[in-house]
């Protein structure tokens, strides 16, 4: 059974940057974690994904411009880099880990453990 424990979310003007992170209990190494998140009245979307002790990353869209997705296996932790932070970002960011292959277009429902998010907030 695997556990997701999200952190570093926050509230930061715009322009800045933040790196939420993600610590996995339980089977971490080579399995596919993704950031996605959900903003107010929208649908959660995937952010980026990456096969964890493989090094394979993917990005949903043009998202790989200001999100850079990266993992510490001696930490079992991944990691989101958020730069030049916008409003429209504002959102709840969660942290996900499937068994199934990663791809480009992450599907919520493809996901079967799921973190409890965290905030990120800009203004």
């Known amino acids: 059974h695997v556990q997701l424990v999200e952190s570093g979310g926050g509230s930061v003007q715009a322009g800045g940057s933040l790196t939420p992170s993600c610590v996995a209990s339980?089977?971490?190494?080579?399995?596919?974690m993704a950031w996605f998140r959900q903003a107010p009245g929208k649908e959660r979307e995937g952010v980026a994904a990456?096969?964890?002790?493989?090094?394979?990353?993917y990005y949903a869209g043009s998202k790989n411009e200001r999100f850079t997705i990266s993992e510490d296996n001696s930490k079992n932790t991944v990691y989101l880099k958020i730069d030049s932070l916008k409003p429209e970002d504002t959102a709840m960011y969660y942290c996900a880990a499937t068994r199934r292959l990663c791809r480009p277009n992450m599907v919520v429902a493809e996901f079967e453990y799921w973190g409890q998010g965290t905030q990120v907030t800009v203004s």
């Open positions: 339980g089977y971490f190494n080579k399995r596919c």
């Open positions: 990456i096969v964890t002790g493989r090094g394979n990353i």
